[in-house]
């Protein structure tokens, strides 16, 4: 059904992107995305065709920042079950991951998705139950739609739970790294559409594509700005018409914003960015991992910075560089002992491109 | 995380779905969309159907692709028209 890997079609948009024979410096922000660009050789050759893309802050896992790991660390040394999505185990917050945490005894449970976690919770009736709830607006919804529906006394929810526009507003502003183009992520963008990305276009001039992750549907993403770029124009184009709406899913919206109102977090590699978290709303207090557990997650030393040394994941997630720049990369970093989360999520760039060694071409 | 992936509504009751993904059955949770059709495909992630895929479109991609490289082709100065 999805015939979007057609090597001629590639070959022929490459060749028009070389065409427009500009140099462009584009950047996206999702894991998906950057598996696609890697496991093809679709970033090489690109760079071979004048463009340039990173990854950005897309990768849920690495931007979450250490004092957040700190305070799932705290439940599950505190006794509880704790249920998380496996990418998220190996993180380190200051003092260890939830994976070190485990082979200290604590209950750490894999969970593919939150209703797992609370059927875990309905069978463990005496235990009390944390979902490590991690994820931009793709992910959001489904911790929502489980809120809403009731679950049991003993299930919690702790949110770290980010949304995208205001970060793509820090790096906008922060203006570190020019951008000719981004491309939105199509996933994010199921759910919130293609509005909340119209000010990156109206107010910095930044030509954007949302997007699809077969191999074709990002080549023509980077065509698709090239021709903007070329056009002197700066708007949000949909690629990804075939999932992706103006409006975004409704239905989804609503029950984010039924359980979920906005706080300011840092990322990490940036300062606080304002209305960037999604935490629960009081109504929900009582699923709430850090108000029902305030005493315990008191502990977390929220100043202290814990950046490995070396590492330079923080500047990746900024769009400033690429993982091959780092000297630990391949040597001292690897996914099996990862120094910073860039190596350890399998959205993070540092994973992406040890796992294909950037060797593949299309 | 947001890997999501389409699969094919078999049967739908209440909030849960079975949806099959080429072959493998599961179990999803539809309560984010409105009621799918038997036969429509979701867009699946962490266990809950976030989006209907629009078929046709999905037909059409490469079609698409494909005429606005023609369209390319038959004269660079119409390009923005
Ligand atoms: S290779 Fe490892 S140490 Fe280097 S930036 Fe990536 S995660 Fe950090």
Redesign the interface.
Known sequence: MFKLRDRETAEKILEKISGTDIHLTLMHVCGTHQDTLVRFGLQKRLEEANVDIRQGPGCPVCVTIPQEIDEIMALARAGKIITAFGDALKVPGTQGSLFSAKSEGADVRIVYGIDDAVGIARKEKDREVVFFAIGFETTAPTTAAALISEPPDNFRVLSTHRIMPPALRAIAEMGEIKLDGLIQPGHVSTIIGTRPYTFLSRDFGIPQVVAGFEPLDLLMAVFMIARQVKSGKAEVQNEYSRVVREEGNPKALAVLDRAFERADVAWRGFPVIPGSRLDLRSEFDKWDARKTYSDIIAEVDYSADVEEKGCICGRLLRGLGAPEDCPLFGRKCTPDKPVGPCMVSREGSCNISFKYGKLKNL | ????I?AKVLEVEG?RAKVDYGGVVREV?V????KPQLGQ?V?V????A??V???A???E??DL??Q??EF?DSGDER??A
């Open positions: 995380m947001c890997l999501a389409p909030d949770n309560s984010l969309i409105e495909y867009i992630h962490a266990g809950y976030i989006q895929m629009d078929a479109e999905a037909e991609t490469l692709f494909r606005i490289l390319e390009i923005d």
